[in-house]
Protein backbone atom coordinates (compact mmCIF):
# COMPACT_ATOMS: atom_id res chain seq x y z
CA UNK A 1 0.00 0.00 0.00
CA UNK A 2 2.81 2.07 0.31
CA UNK A 3 4.94 1.43 -2.39
CA UNK A 4 1.45 2.24 -4.50
CA UNK A 5 0.90 5.74 -2.86
CA UNK A 6 4.91 6.40 -3.48
CA UNK A 7 4.58 5.58 -7.27
CA UNK A 8 1.41 7.19 -7.51
CA UNK A 9 2.91 10.42 -5.93
CA UNK A 10 6.12 9.52 -8.26
CA UNK A 11 3.73 9.57 -11.38
CA UNK A 12 2.30 12.75 -10.49
CA UNK A 13 5.42 14.74 -10.07
CA UNK A 14 6.83 13.51 -13.17
CA UNK A 15 3.48 14.49 -15.14
CA UNK A 16 3.69 18.03 -13.36
CA UNK A 17 7.40 18.74 -13.69
CA UNK A 18 7.65 17.30 -17.63
CA UNK A 19 5.47 20.14 -19.32
CA UNK A 20 8.33 23.31 -17.90
CA UNK A 21 10.88 20.72 -19.79
CA UNK A 22 10.37 21.41 -23.42
CA UNK A 23 13.01 20.98 -25.49
CA UNK A 24 13.39 23.84 -28.39
CA UNK A 25 11.15 25.94 -27.11
CA UNK A 26 10.92 29.54 -28.27
CA UNK A 27 11.91 31.40 -25.73
CA UNK A 28 9.88 34.82 -25.09
CA UNK A 29 11.16 38.15 -23.06
CA UNK A 30 8.63 40.00 -20.47
CA UNK A 31 10.17 43.24 -22.83
CA UNK A 32 8.38 41.28 -25.92
CA UNK A 33 10.26 40.86 -29.64
CA UNK A 34 13.22 42.47 -30.65
CA UNK A 35 12.60 45.36 -33.01
CA UNK A 36 14.38 45.64 -36.08
CA UNK A 37 15.69 49.51 -36.72
CA UNK A 38 16.70 51.30 -40.24
CA UNK A 39 19.69 53.17 -39.83
CA UNK A 40 21.47 51.50 -37.14
CA UNK A 41 24.94 49.95 -36.65
CA UNK A 42 28.59 51.58 -37.75
CA UNK A 43 28.05 52.54 -41.02
CA UNK A 44 24.94 55.37 -39.16
CA UNK A 45 27.02 56.32 -36.20
CA UNK A 46 29.84 59.48 -36.21
CA UNK A 47 33.44 58.53 -36.41
CA UNK A 48 36.71 60.27 -36.55
CA UNK A 49 35.33 61.18 -40.17
CA UNK A 50 31.78 62.26 -39.85
CA UNK A 51 29.30 63.98 -37.59
CA UNK A 52 25.87 61.59 -38.49
CA UNK A 53 22.62 61.52 -36.88
CA UNK A 54 19.44 59.41 -37.46
CA UNK A 55 15.48 60.15 -36.76
CA UNK A 56 12.23 58.86 -36.10
CA UNK A 57 8.89 60.41 -36.78
CA UNK A 58 5.44 59.18 -36.26
CA UNK A 59 1.96 60.71 -37.43
CA UNK A 60 -1.06 60.23 -39.69
CA UNK A 61 0.51 62.71 -41.98
CA UNK A 62 3.40 61.78 -44.07
CA UNK A 63 4.74 65.07 -44.38
CA UNK A 64 4.62 65.65 -40.47
CA UNK A 65 6.22 62.63 -39.80
CA UNK A 66 9.01 63.54 -42.15
CA UNK A 67 9.69 66.70 -40.38
CA UNK A 68 9.67 65.35 -37.18
CA UNK A 69 12.20 62.63 -38.18
CA UNK A 70 14.78 65.32 -39.92
CA UNK A 71 14.16 67.58 -36.67
CA UNK A 72 15.39 64.94 -34.52
CA UNK A 73 18.20 63.81 -36.69
CA UNK A 74 19.25 67.30 -37.45
CA UNK A 75 19.13 67.82 -33.07
CA UNK A 76 21.27 64.63 -32.65
CA UNK A 77 23.96 66.02 -34.89
CA UNK A 78 23.84 69.66 -33.52
CA UNK A 79 24.24 67.87 -29.79
CA UNK A 80 27.30 66.06 -31.41
CA UNK A 81 28.89 69.31 -32.83
CA UNK A 82 28.07 70.99 -29.59
CA UNK A 83 29.81 68.49 -27.66
CA UNK A 84 33.00 68.23 -29.30
CA UNK A 85 33.31 72.06 -29.60
CA UNK A 86 32.66 72.00 -25.92
CA UNK A 87 35.52 69.76 -25.44
CA UNK A 88 38.07 71.20 -28.38
CA UNK A 89 37.04 74.89 -26.23
CA UNK A 90 37.92 73.81 -22.65
CA UNK A 91 41.22 71.82 -23.89
CA UNK A 92 42.04 74.86 -26.02
CA UNK A 93 41.25 77.24 -23.53
CA UNK A 94 42.85 75.18 -20.48
CA UNK A 95 45.82 75.50 -22.63
CA UNK A 96 45.83 79.06 -22.81
CA UNK A 97 45.56 81.75 -19.84
CA UNK A 98 43.37 84.91 -20.47
CA UNK A 99 41.19 86.91 -18.80
CA UNK A 100 38.78 86.48 -21.54
CA UNK A 101 38.63 82.58 -21.85
CA UNK A 102 34.97 82.39 -20.46
CA UNK A 103 33.97 84.85 -23.52
CA UNK A 104 35.46 83.29 -25.86
CA UNK A 105 33.78 80.09 -24.83
CA UNK A 106 30.17 81.78 -24.16
CA UNK A 107 30.61 83.26 -28.32
CA UNK A 108 31.82 79.81 -29.48
CA UNK A 109 28.65 77.90 -28.34
CA UNK A 110 26.94 80.87 -29.20
CA UNK A 111 28.43 80.06 -32.76
CA UNK A 112 27.63 76.55 -32.49
CA UNK A 113 23.59 77.40 -31.83
CA UNK A 114 24.01 79.71 -34.66
CA UNK A 115 25.13 77.61 -37.18
CA UNK A 116 23.22 74.53 -36.36
CA UNK A 117 19.84 76.58 -36.76
CA UNK A 118 20.97 77.86 -40.57
CA UNK A 119 21.36 75.54 -43.24
CA UNK A 120 24.22 73.49 -43.99
CA UNK A 121 24.73 73.11 -47.60
CA UNK A 122 27.22 70.32 -47.01
CA UNK A 123 24.64 68.24 -44.93
CA UNK A 124 23.92 65.06 -46.48
CA UNK A 125 20.41 62.87 -46.16
CA UNK A 126 22.21 59.41 -46.33
CA UNK A 127 19.15 57.40 -45.78
CA UNK A 128 14.77 57.97 -45.42
CA UNK A 129 12.23 54.81 -45.17
CA UNK A 130 8.85 55.42 -44.55
CA UNK A 131 6.68 52.87 -43.50
CA UNK A 132 2.79 52.89 -42.52
CA UNK A 133 0.85 51.10 -39.82
CA UNK A 134 -2.14 49.77 -41.64
CA UNK A 135 -4.21 49.58 -38.12
CA UNK A 136 -3.91 53.13 -37.22
CA UNK A 137 -2.82 54.33 -40.27
CA UNK A 138 0.35 56.33 -38.71
CA UNK A 139 3.56 56.69 -40.95
CA UNK A 140 6.77 56.31 -39.27
CA UNK A 141 9.76 57.76 -41.22
CA UNK A 142 13.43 57.02 -40.64
CA UNK A 143 15.86 59.77 -41.41
CA UNK A 144 19.67 59.32 -41.44
CA UNK A 145 21.78 62.52 -42.47
CA UNK A 146 26.00 62.97 -42.16
CA UNK A 147 28.38 66.05 -42.48
CA UNK A 148 32.36 65.49 -42.33
CA UNK A 149 33.66 66.58 -40.19
CA UNK A 150 36.14 69.27 -41.61
CA UNK A 151 33.43 70.82 -43.86
CA UNK A 152 31.33 71.41 -40.50
CA UNK A 153 34.92 73.14 -38.82
CA UNK A 154 35.10 75.01 -42.20
CA UNK A 155 31.62 76.24 -42.18
CA UNK A 156 32.11 77.39 -38.78
CA UNK A 157 35.30 79.16 -39.19
CA UNK A 158 33.31 80.76 -42.10
CA UNK A 159 30.65 81.69 -39.87
CA UNK A 160 32.81 82.81 -37.24
CA UNK A 161 34.88 85.20 -39.85
CA UNK A 162 31.19 87.17 -41.02
CA UNK A 163 29.90 87.30 -37.15
CA UNK A 164 29.89 90.92 -37.02
CA UNK A 165 29.10 90.87 -32.98
CA UNK A 166 32.68 89.07 -32.36
CA UNK A 167 35.16 91.19 -31.37
CA UNK A 168 38.87 90.80 -33.47
CA UNK A 169 40.49 89.31 -30.44
CA UNK A 170 37.59 86.32 -29.59
CA UNK A 171 37.33 86.32 -33.92
CA UNK A 172 40.84 85.13 -33.71
CA UNK A 173 41.00 82.25 -31.05
CA UNK A 174 37.96 80.88 -32.53
CA UNK A 175 39.49 80.95 -35.92
CA UNK A 176 42.79 79.21 -34.45
CA UNK A 177 40.83 76.50 -32.99
CA UNK A 178 38.72 75.85 -35.71
CA UNK A 179 41.94 75.65 -38.05
CA UNK A 180 43.22 73.25 -35.42
CA UNK A 181 40.24 71.38 -35.94
CA UNK A 182 40.58 71.46 -39.80
CA UNK A 183 43.88 70.07 -39.43
CA UNK A 184 42.98 67.01 -38.01
CA UNK A 185 39.51 66.28 -40.09
CA UNK A 186 41.82 66.31 -42.82
CA UNK A 187 44.39 64.02 -41.50
CA UNK A 188 41.12 61.11 -40.69
CA UNK A 189 40.05 62.37 -43.93
CA UNK A 190 43.40 61.32 -45.84
CA UNK A 191 43.78 58.17 -44.24
Same mark, same amino acid.
Given at each position: ?????????????????????????????????????????????????????????????????????????????????????? !??? $? #?? %?????????? =??? *?????????????????????????????????????????????????????? !??? $? #?? %?????????? =??? *?????????????
Amino acid at each position: MLLRTSIGLLATSLLLALPGCKGGAKTTTSAGPKVEMPFTGNKYESNNRFFRGTGTGTSVKQNIARSKSDLEAKNQLAGQVGTTIR !AVT $D #QY %LGQTENANNA =EVA *DKFQQLVREVMSTSIGDLRKIGEEIRQNQETQEFTVYTAYEIKKNAMFRFMKKQ !AQL $D #QK %LDEVTRKRIE =EIM *DEEIKKADAEDHD
